[in-house]
T-cell receptor, first 108, second 115 residues
C-alpha cells in the first residue's frame, strides 16, 4: 500500500514565527509532490507543488524535497492567524495520494 | 474563469439506496478525479477519468462507478449505500494525463449523509 504519512498535530506556532510541516512517502516512484491547505468545512486548495530535489519558494511558503530520504516539507514564514488550517501533503507517481493532514494553529 | 463545480452540495440518503454526484471541471481541464474524505482524514482516491475512460482506480468496491462525458463533466455513482459511505466527496480536475501529474483543482464537494 503506497502511503503518505503526516503528523496529525495540532502544531501550535506563535504569530510571526516559522511553521514547519513534514511529510514522508513510501513510493520511491513518486515524481510529483503537492501541499494543499484545507480550512474546516472547505475543500483543499493548492499551495505549492514541487518536482525536483531542493527548495522551491513562493512568497511566505517554501517547499523542500529530498527524494533520497523520501521526505517533503513545507515552511511557512511570518505565520499569520489566517494560516490556521489543516495542511495536506500529497505524492504522485500516477495518481495523487494524500496524507491525513497536519492541523496547524497560529496563536496570536 | 469557472472553477470546478459540484452538485448537489448536500445529500441525505438511506442505506441501500443509490446516489449520483455530478462535477464540471475547471475551464480548460480535461481530467477528472474523485476523492472521498471522511471526517478527520485525508482525501482517499476513488478513480480518475480522461477521454471518457477510467484510467486509474483506488481501493474502492465496484459499488462505486463513474462516467465522463464528451464535455469533460463527470458523474460518480454509488450503489447499495452503506453507513460508512457518509463522507465529503470531492471532485478535482486537472489538465492532461500520462505525461506527469499536474496539480488538482478541487470543487467545494458534496456532503453525503447515509442514515
Amino acid at each position: 500500500q503506497k502511503e503518505v504519512e503526516q503528523n496529525s498535530g495540532p502544531l501550535s506556532v506563535p504569530e510571526g514565527a516559522i511553521a514547519s510541516l513534514n511529510c514522508t512517502y513510501s513510493d520511491r516512484g513518486s515524481q510529483s509532490f503537492f501541499w494543499y491547505r484545507q480550512y474546516s468545512g472547505k475543500s483543499p486548495e493548492l499551495i505549492m507543488f514541487i518536482y525536483s530535489n531542493g527548495d522551491k519558494e513562493d512568497g511566505r511558503f517554501t517547499a523542500q524535497l529530498n527524494k533520497a530520504s523520501q521526505y517533503v516539507s513545507l515552511l511557512i514564514r511570518d505565520s499569520q492567524p489566517s494560516d490556521s488550517a489543516t495542511y495536506l501533503c500529497a505524492a504522485s507517481e500516477s495518481k495523487i495520494i494524500f496524507g491525513s493532514g497536519t492541523r496547524l494553529s497560529i496563536r496570536p | 474563469d469557472a472553477g470546478v463545480t459540484q452538485s448537489p452540495t448536500h445529500l441525505i440518503k438511506t442505506r441501500g439506496q443509490q446516489v449520483t454526484l455530478r462535477c464540471s471541471p475547471k475551464s480548460g481541464h480535461d481530467t477528472v478525479s474523485w476523492y472521498q474524505q471522511a471526517l478527520g482524514q485525508g482525501p482517499q482516491f476513488i478513480f480518475q477519468y480522461y477521454e471518457e475512460e477510467e484510467r486509474q482506480r483506488g481501493n474502492f468496491p465496484d459499488r462505486f462507478s463513474g462516467h465522463q462525458f464528451p464535455n469533460y463533466s463527470s458523474e460518480l455513482n454509488v450503489n447499495a449505500l452503506l453507513l460508512g459511505d457518509s463522507a465529503l466527496y470531492l471532485c478535482a480536475s486537472s489538465l492532461g494525463w500520462g505525461q506527469g501529474t499536474k496539480p488538482l483543482h478541487f470543487g467545494n464537494g458534496t456532503r453525503l449523509t447515509v442514515t
